[in-house]
Nanobody, 118 residues
Framework: QVQLVESGGGLVQAGGSLRLSCTAS????????MGWYRQAPGKQRELVAT????ATTYAEFVKGRFTISRDNAKVYLQMNSLKPEDTAVYYC???????????????WGQGTQVTVSS
């Protein structure tokens, strides 16, 4: 069984910063990638940033403001210069294998609310 637990969300004024954290625990054989997605009310879930052993990718709307990093089974999202349109529930994602003999799969955290006031 695998769990992803996020923390670090909250309420911040526009221009402020927040740092999200996510820890994966349980039976983990290998992690291919970890990342952050977000979903605002009435909108579809969208990619924010991902990180693998060799690369990071960012959505255009966060480039230069957000930084993703990873330490083993933990992934972080440093969010600077926050805007009201960044308000959303942020979800941690991990693509990983729990054993050698099965294919990798996507796992999700429960989400953490980020609210940016104007």
């Amino acid at each position: 069984q695998v769990q992803l637990v996020e923390s670090g969300g909250g309420l911040v004024q526009a221009g402020g910063s927040l740092r999200l954290s996510c820890t994966a625990s349980g039976t983990i054989f290998s992690i291919n990638a970890m990342g952050w997605y977000r979903q605002a009310p009435g909108k579809q879930r969208e990619l924010v940033a991902t990180i693998t052993s060799s690369a990071t990718t960012y959505a255009e709307f966060v480039k230069g403001r957000f930084t993703i990093s990873r330490d083993n089974a933990k992934v972080y999202l440093q969010m600077n210069s926050l805007k009201p349109e960044d308000t959303a529930v942020y979800y941690c994602n991990a693509n990983m294998k729990t054993t050698l003999w099965i294919k990798s799969d996507d796992y999700w955290g429960q989400g953490t609310q980020v609210t940016v006031s104007s």
